[in-house]
């Protein structure tokens, strides 16, 4: 698969706003607005930004929260945007276990059961929050 080409400018303006979040100069809000840009051709930016999206929360406006492991690893995506590398992400086949099977089983159960309550009971208010 060919690398798309080094978009600087695109990787410059994410690391910029990654550092603004990281020194307390936004908040998650406006930290969303400029990660999501999707208008570079360069995949590593998108990557990256798709990366970041699990540092913060888009339902609630606060400033960064990050453990060490998090604050190292968003420092790592910050060498990977300074640098001209790819990030290149390799999704494996999934395996399926046992505990996959029983919690599918397990929630199977439960919407047959409440299928069962509700044709016995018919939708009662009750059932609401």
């Not at 410059?12 to 400029?34: G, P, Q, V, Y």
């Not at 990256?48 to 960064?64: G, I, K, M, S, T």
């Not at 929260?65 to 968003?74: D, G, I, S």
Request: aromatic residues 12%.
């Amino acid at each position: 698969m060919p690398a798309t080409p080094v978009d600087r400018a695109a990787r410059d303006r994410l690391a910029a706003e990654t550092r603004r979040f990281l020194n307390d100069e936004t908040k998650s809000f406006e930290f969303d607005e400029a990660v999501l840009d999707r208008s570079s051709e360069d995949e590593t930016v998108w990557q990256v930004a798709l990366e970041l999206w699990c540092f913060y929360d888009d339902l609630d406006d606060h400033h960064v929260r990050l453990t060490k492991e998090e604050w190292n690893y968003v420092q790592r995506l910050l060498l990977i945007l300074e640098s001209d590398d790819h990030l290149v992400v390799k999704l494996g086949p999934r395996i399926w276990k046992l505990s996959h099977l029983m919690a599918a089983g397990t929630f199977i159960s439960f919407l047959v059961t409440a299928a069962y309550a509700m044709m016995q009971n018919g939708w009662q208010s009750y059932l609401l929050p």
